[in-house]
């Protein structure tokens, strides 16, 4: 994904242990949102989805991205998919705890974390 300024958010699909992950790296802002729900609104919509987003080397997120997740969240529950969120950590972990999402993302430290977990 790119925006118009230039700025570039590496993604980047794999899978471990039969979870879909989708790893970001870089800053997820007002220009990537509708990007990064898509990305992730098509593999929840998928039979059986398990979806891991890997948030560790995100340097920076803003509310619009935040809402992309938390409606992502939503859409998961709503089509019974499974929907994790791994390695948030500084300034992007702080702002989980702050606007309250940390109580209703399902977070882990790792990847490894996210996927071992039943």
């Known amino acids: 994904m790119s925006s118009d300024d ?15 992950v ?31 987003l890997d948030l560790s080397q995100v340097s920076y997120i803003d509310s619009s991205g935040l809402s992309a997740i938390a409606v992502a969240n939503r859409e ?3 089509v019974g998919a499974v ?3 791994a390695g948030s950590c500084g300034f992007v972990s702080r702002l989980l705890r702050t606007t309250g999402l940390d109580t209703v993302l399902d977070l882990h430290p790792t990847v490894g974390a ?5």
């Open 6 to 20: 230039g700025e570039l958010l590496d993604v980047r699909w794999s899978t471990v242990n039969g979870w879909q």
């Open 22 to 52: 989708l790893s970001l790296a870089g800053e997820v802002d007002v220009s990537r949102q509708d990007e990064l729900y898509d990305e992730l609104s098509t593999a929840l919509r998928s039979d059986s989805a398990k979806v891991v």
């Open 76 to 78: 998961a529950h709503e």
């Open 83 to 85: 929907f994790r969120v």
């Open 114 to 118: 996210a996927v071992g977990s039943t």
